[in-house]
């Protein structure tokens, strides 16, 4: 079987404490909350922290407050079972809710947080394989090796965002709050990520993600939606998410959108032009096909996940025209 | 006779025909059940294989000495020291338990290590050093059909020509002149991509050395007696002197059914340390063992008349066979073999090639060699029904082979309930209304298939029998059943029970049931082939009679009744004219073993000899054939090509079930594992530029289907027992998954006019062959040319209606295919063709 490298463990119950402890510990230190990420991918050494810091008995990470009509502030080790269930996300954010749902089985659902999946590394056919695996073709750039497998001649990794919590925060406008002994910093969602398969967070290693905070939502002036692409209905990790926030005027037209693709880049990929497409419609079918080719053009999927790129590249236009249709019938 | 209740019941009395729990099922569910891996014994050393990390290379030097000095390390091995080799198939002897100089995929073992844990024996694994010398890698059929002229691309250094590991070519009866008369011909190319067994369990050992020099092998396998004799063969040990012992497998599906590396390094561990040694795999070495389907590229010319009877069919089938022999010999001959057994085909002949490439070496999944020419005939079937305008029900029950009859290739048929499966899923699933006729994204697809009840021969030749049960009756009233055969969760040690109950007149649950084990039970050749039921229920049958004989013997003695009146029922003897008197069955035996002495009887099955004497000729024959029909619907989304199956009708012909109980799960497995196939699975590598590694050996990213994707099942069974089986019985584990890939295929066909001639039926294919369609051609994805290859002359056997003999004649015909196909066929009936569906 596969076994975890040998490691030592903390089990802080402060926020301070963790923080202290990850900054004694540093650089070969790593935290864990549900560890659905961590630990298989300590158990193929694709990451050999020598010290792992546990979050889960850590009482003010777990809470969920505030209201719909504030904006609501859900603790970084909340889980993806408890998120999906919550009433009020339920109910306000059914993007949130539903994105929680989508992920992997009940089981690891269970154990996944909502933290560790607005971090969850990047993911590549190349990366997330064995160690014996990986030495046959001498790594890749990731972990261990020089090379990008995907793009030989690439300087960079093309690791991808294969969160599907991720892209319908950037969509939202959610904030997170990080926080580390340096200090502590609110920052939008959409500022975490960089386009790039290693470096692909943009927070220190030492800030730990706490909280994520969803914007306030009144009676119909947004409306959001997320639709995932994946082989199979459970297990599987997101070949393309489509995420959408779509903002209407008192008349009923669009007077704001923000449309983000999952899992076509090591980003989440927030597609302007076809939120441009539908501002000022009535997201008629019209504006909605421009809006789905707008996301088709630029979304260059790799061959690095499951399915071929031809056809996750198609399915953008499919996916963001489905997204939207969504959201025009939740608004009737 | 179709049976509607799946639950037929012979009679009250009877344990055949009833639902009941398996003998295991309370263990299995309780956790209770040892597999291999849960298996531990003190001073219990840890093995590691280290596997090669090139696809095909010499290996210039090993040098273990820090993996030797590595502290917590006992022992390490390398191909030096089993220099043995070996191989399920005696003329595929080309194994080693350890590469002595050659390795031939990423993932073949160089060397072991045994150590006081497993973390141990994994960092000394990565302390030995092997120095490779490259070799050229083969990747495909093609890379493998063009080495034959550079020795150092040379995978092994036998086959019938340079990385050809075998060809085959035979012709029954005159195909090209009946060809000639036909009133159509259609001519199809197919592709069967490979997959794998994905068993639950990965597949563990121990072994155990004892002071009086024997050794002990504790496996996940399906062949205990194939392991008993390769380990005798590898360790040079008297076979007398090696115990295999199967645990209960957590699956196999044929994945365990070849002797591996790693029992025979744990064992050769065990001798050298004198201390017991485990090895349990990890997912992707069970890749790495794999042995599942060969991918398949298939040329199928059918000629047809006009209402759609065949005249003559040729097949022609090119086999990735990956790295190593295997079953592989008999794998090609099976993807021409039973063509023949469901529709009459008077002139047939097949051409098979299988390859060495520098991938996991293919073997037998459950179907073995045959899921992919059923997929292409079924497919084909499908469009001569079309451009006869015939509906492929109605064609199928018009060219149905009869029972009772001789196949142009000699297979002998016996019962065969095709024709009541067919009118049972056209029933139950609505076809009539449904077929042509639902809307545009919808469509219901069918086809039938075959399967055998257990070779005819065995794997090494021998007269002596395929099975063997001992039965010790105990004055206690319990039975023991000893049979070397192997419950992988198919429910092998049920059926022995049920077989033995049903005989003497008592329950499943007074027989201990003892099984896999070579030192104590008889030998059965192991849970493949479909042949557990048939061949150890007909051995089971027998010893059974033989103790109800001796136990009749005494009862009727005592009780002063004539034998012919009595009655073996209820857990009592008695005699039928006067129910009350007689004995329990208790009595019954201490009344024999007071008479007679101890009670202990033995049972065996051989199969019956087949009629074909030509070279080639033993693979196909069984005692027995179970056929099948399956109507599949679909739901194709056109803008994505995702294909949904919301449910599958599924007709079997099982003869007689001994528990339709486990014969529904049996089916429900079938159609689980063929939906798999049809629609996700692939086995497939990176190029070279990659080192040929597998491209996904893990379960997340091997695509498999969980519950979500399951489609409803109905199963209906057909009961027409066959006289060579037990209770009339057939089998049921394999037939049933053969319909799956084409009924779905054909099925796509109806909902949006597309044919997916490749398996799987992935989105990509669906959505290219949809624009295909919509840019006015033919709407198809799949093969457009097969390899040329040079194949020896074909032999001719006579068929039946020829008057031949079943042997060869003299006098051969140049062979050769190769090229382009026209995937139109060619017309020569002027058939108007149902209309197809627009997008």
Redesign the interface.
């Known amino acids: 079987?596969?076994?975890l490298p040998r490691f030592t463990y903390h089990e802080p119950t402060t926020v301070g404490e963790a923080v202290r402890l990850f900054t004694e510990a540093m650089p070969d230190v790593a935290y864990v909350a549900g560890g659905t990420d961590l630990y298989p991918n300590m158990k193929r050494r694709q990451q050999t922290p020598a010290t792992v810091i546990a979050l889960h008995r850590i009482p003010e990470l777990r809470a969920i407050a505030g209201t719909p009509e504030s904006g609501m502030t859900i603790g970084a080790c909340v889980t993806l079972t408890e998120l999906a269930a919550h009433e009020a996300v339920r109910l306000r954010y059914p993007a949130v809710s539903h994105a929680a749902h989508v992920v992997s089985t009940p089981i690891l659902r269970n154990m996944g947080t909502i933290g560790g999946n607005l971090l969850l590394d990047t993911r590549c056919?190349y990366y997330?394989?064995?160690y014996?695996?990986r030495?046959?073709?001498n790594f890749c750039m990731k972990r261990d090796g020089e090379i990008c497998?995907v793009a030989?001649s690439s300087p960079r990794c093309w690791a991808v965002q294969s969160s599907d919590g991720v892209p319908v925060a950037v969509a939202l406008g959610a904030d997170v709050t990080v926080t580390s002994v340096r200090g502590t910093r609110r920052l939008p969602a959409a500022g975490l990520y960089r386009n790039d398969g290693i470096q692909y967070l943009e927070k220190g290693p030492d800030e730990l993600l706490v909280a994520y905070h969803l914007p306030p939502v009144r009676d119909g002036d947004w409306r959001a939606t997320y639709r995932k692409l994946r082989?199979?209905?459970?297990?599987?990790f997101p070949v393309l998410g489509v995420a959408a926030r779509v903002d209407f005027a008192r008349d009923g037209s669009v007077s704001a959108a923000r449309i983000v693709l999952g899992a076509v880049a090591s980003y989440p990929q927030e597609i302007s032009a076809a939120a441009d497409a539908i501002i000022g419609t009535r997201l008629d079918e019209g504006a909605i096909g421009a809006a789905a080719d707008a996301a088709y053009r630029p979304a260059k999927p790799m061959d690095n996940t499951?399915?071929?790129l031809?056809?996750r590249k198609?399915?953008v236009r499919?996916h963001v025209q489905r997204a939207l249709q969504d959201i025009r019938a939740q608004n009737t | 006779m179709t049976d509607r209740s799946p639950f037929a019941v012979r009679s009250p009395q009877s344990v055949v025909g009833t639902a009941r729990r398996k003998v295991d099922a309370t263990a299995k569910v309780t956790g209770e059940t040892k597999f291999a891996d849960d298996l531990s014994l003190p001073r219990m050393l840890w093995c590691k294989l280290l596997r090669s990390r090139e696809p095909h290379a010499r290996i210039v030097r090993i040098d273990t000495s820090r993996a030797e000095r590595h502290p917590g390390v006992v022992a390490v091995l390398t191909g030096r020291d089993l220099p043995i080799p070996f191989g399920i198939l005696p003329i595929s002897q080309d194994e080693h338990a350890l590469c002595p100089d050659h390795v031939r995929f990423v993932g073949d073992p160089v060397a072991a290590v045994a150590a006081i844990d497993e973390d141990t024996a994994a960092d000394a694994c990565d302390l030995i050093e092997v120095e490779y010398e490259k070799l050229p890698p083969i990747e495909s059929v093609e890379d493998a059909l063009a080495s034959v002229d550079t020795p150092d691309a040379h995978i092994h250094d036998y086959g019938d020509a340079g990385n050809v590991h075998k060809h085959i070519a035979l012709e029954f009866g005159n195909v090209d002149a009946e060809m000639a008369t036909a009133d159509h011909v259609r001519e199809d190319l197919f592709f069967f991509e490979g997959n794998t067994h994905l068993p639950m369990e990965q597949h563990a050992s121990l072994a155990q050395w004892s002071p009086d020099g024997k050794v002990t092998v504790w496996s996940s396998t399906q062949t205990p007696h194939y392991l008993h004799r390769a380990l005798a063969k590898v360790l040079e040990m008297p076979a007398a002197h090696v115990r295999v012992i199967a645990t209960p497998n957590g699956g196999g599906f044929g994945g365990k059914s070849d002797p591996f590396n790693h029992e025979i390094v744990v064992a050769a561990f065990a001798r050298r340390t004198g201390r017991p040694v485990k090895i349990s795999l990890t997912r992707e070495e069970v890749f790495y063992c794999h042995r599942g389907r060969h991918p398949t590229l298939m040329r199928i010319k059918t000629g047809v008349t006009r209402d759609g009877r065949i005249v003559a069919m040729d097949f022609t089938s090119f086999l990735d066979g990956g790295a190593y022999g295997s079953y592989g010999v008999a794998s090609t001959y099976y993807t021409g073999a039973l063509q023949t057994v469901t529709y009459e085909v008077p002139h047939y002949r097949f051409r098979g090639a299988r390859v060495f490439t520098n991938k996991a070496p293919c073997g037998p999944k459950r179907g073995h060699g045959t899921p992919q020419p059923r997929f292409a005939l079924e497919c084909q079937l499908d469009k001569i029904a079309e451009d006869l305008a015939i509906d492929p029900a109605v064609l199928r029950k018009r060219i149905l082979q009869p029972a009772n009859s001789v196949t142009a290739n000699w297979l002998r048929i016996g019962s065969m309930g095709l024709g009541e499966c067919i009118d049972a899923v056209v029933e139950r699933s609505g076809w009539q209304t449904k077929y042509r006729q639902l809307p545009f994204g919808r469509g219901v697809g069918l086809a039938c298939s075959s399967y055998i009840s257990g070779a005819g021969l065995p794997i090494y030749w021998n007269s002596m029998p395929h099975s063997g049960v001992q039965l010790k009756l105990d004055r206690s009233g319990g039975v023991a059943a000893f049979c070397g055969s192997t419950d992988i969760g198919q429910g092998s040690d049920s059926v022995l029970a049920y077989c033995v109950a049903d005989v003497l007149g008592i329950e499943p649950e007074d027989i201990r049931i003892v099984t896999g084990d070579t030192d104590l039970t008889p030998v059965d050749l192991g849970s493949y082939s479909s042949r557990v039921t048939l061949m150890t229920g007909n051995a089971a049958v027998q010893a059974a009679e033989r103790a109800r004989e001796i136990l009749a013997d005494g009862v009727s003695r005592k009780l002063n009744v004539p034998k012919s009146r009595l009655v073996f029922a209820e857990r009592r003897v008695f005699d039928t004219e006067s129910p009350d008197r007689g004995v329990t069955f208790a009595e019954a035996v201490q009344i024999a073993e007071g008479m007679f002495g101890t009670v202990g009887t033995t049972g065996s099955y051989t199969p019956p000899r087949s009629p074909g004497r030509y070279k080639g000729a033993g693979v196909g024959p069984s005692p027995a054939y179970s056929y099948t029909a399956a109507v599949a619907e679909v739901e194709v989304d056109p803008d994505t090509g995702i294909v949904r199956v919301p449910k599958i009708w599924i007709a079997h012909d099982v003869g007689q079930s001994i528990n339709p109980l486990l014969v529904i799960g049996q089916v429900e497995g079938s159609v689980y594992m063929g939906l798999g196939e049809a629609l996700m699975e692939e086995m497939t590598y990176r190029d070279r530029v990659r080192n040929v590694v597998h491209h996904h050996p893990s379960m997340l990213e091997y695509k498999s289907p969980t519950t979500f994707e399951m489609c409803d099942v109905e199963t209906i069974l057909v009961h027409d027992p066959d006289p060579s089986g037990p209770f009339g019985a057939k089998e049921a584990g394999q037939g049933p998954l053969l319909p799956v890939m084409p009924a779905v295929a054909n099925a796509i066909y109806d909902a949006v006019g597309v044919r997916i001639d490749e398996i799987p039926c992935s989105p990509h294919k669906v959505l290219k062959a949809l624009k295909d369609k919509m840019k006015g051609n033919a709407g198809r994805f799949g093969p457009t040319a097969l390899p040329s290859y040079a194949f020896p002359d074909v032999a001719h056997v006579r068929t039946p209606a020829q008057g031949g003999t079943g042997r060869e004649e003299d006098g051969r015909a140049h062979s050769e295919v190769g090229g382009p196909v026209e995937q139109a066929g060619e017309t020569t009936a002027a058939a108007g063709a149902a209309p197809r569906k627009q997008p």
Do not use: G, H, S
């Open positions: 079987m596969l076994r056919n997330d394989q064995n014996e695996w030495k046959a073709i497998w030989p082989r199979r209905d459970a297990f599987d499951d399915f071929t031809a056809w198609e399915m499919v």
